[in-house]
């Protein structure tokens, strides 16, 4: 079995990875993403796991190296990572009371092979008071989150419905990841 790479820095995504009970190892990408505005919140987020993908792959190619972005889409705005607690504040107070789409998009490459695909969950919140939405921010670090939150922790209880794959809302659709690997001759059981 060739070896696997996570191209990521997220906690999140190796927590999820762990779930395969697979030896993998971590290199970050260090370029920078870029938003191509030409293209679709989908595009976008494929093309971006694209890219962490292919410039680790580029150094190690005997290695299969798993790539993925994560964006919070309402409407045709997309939602990165916060920077201020203002802005968190402010992603948060749009999201209330609405129906977001979270889209993962996910590269796996290999010198031989490659595979990408752009997971979409819905996401639907309870209308937020202030009130929750400041402490959250203030114990919840909603930094690190597209969107600035975390389904995972306290953001759980903004969530009044989910439609698709929770994995693919805290990071890395893990199911479809599995089986995409497959093709890589990489085998969870």
Same mark, same amino acid.
């Given at each position: *079995?060739? @070896?696997?790479?996570? !191209?990521? &820095?997220?906690? /999140? ?16 990408? #260090?370029?920078?993403?870029?938003? =191509? /505005? =030409?293209?679709?919140?989908?595009? =976008? ?5 694209? &890219? ?9 190619? &005997? ?7 994560? *964006? ?12 201020? $607690? #203002?802005?968190?504040?402010? *992603? ?5 009371? $609405? ?26 919140? +309870?209308?937020?008071?202030?009130? #929750?939405? +400041? ?6 670090? @909603?930094?690190?989150? !597209? ?6 922790? /306290? ?17 890395? @659709?893990?199911?479809?990841? *599995?089986? $995409? ?6 085998? !969870?059981?």
């Amino acid at each position: *079995m060739k @070896p696997l790479i996570l !191209a990521s &820095q997220s906690p /999140r995504r190796k927590e999820i990875l762990d779930l395969l009970q697979l030896p993998y190892s971590i290199v970050i990408n #260090e370029a920078e993403e870029k938003i =191509n /505005r =030409n293209l679709s919140h989908a595009e =976008n987020v494929q093309l971006l796991a694209e &890219q962490k993908a292919g410039g680790i792959a580029e150094k190690y190619p &005997q290695a299969v190296v798993i790539g993925a972005d994560t *964006m919070v889409c309402l409407k045709d705005k997309s939602f990165g990572k916060p920077k201020t $607690a #203002e802005e968190a504040a402010l *992603m948060l107070r749009e999201l209330s009371g $609405a129906t977001h789409s979270v889209l993962t998009g996910v590269a796996i490459k290999s010198e031989d092979a490659s595979v990408s695909f752009v997971e979409e969950t819905k996401v639907t919140f +309870w209308t937020l008071e202030e009130e #929750e939405i +400041w402490s959250y921010i203030h114990d919840s670090q @909603p930094f690190d989150k !597209a969107g600035a939150y975390g389904i995972q922790d /306290r953001g759980a209880l903004f969530v009044k419905t989910i439609i698709g794959d929770y994995y693919s809302v805290v990071g890395l @659709p893990i199911s479809k990841t *599995m089986r $995409a690997l497959k093709e890589f001759g990489i085998h !969870a059981f």
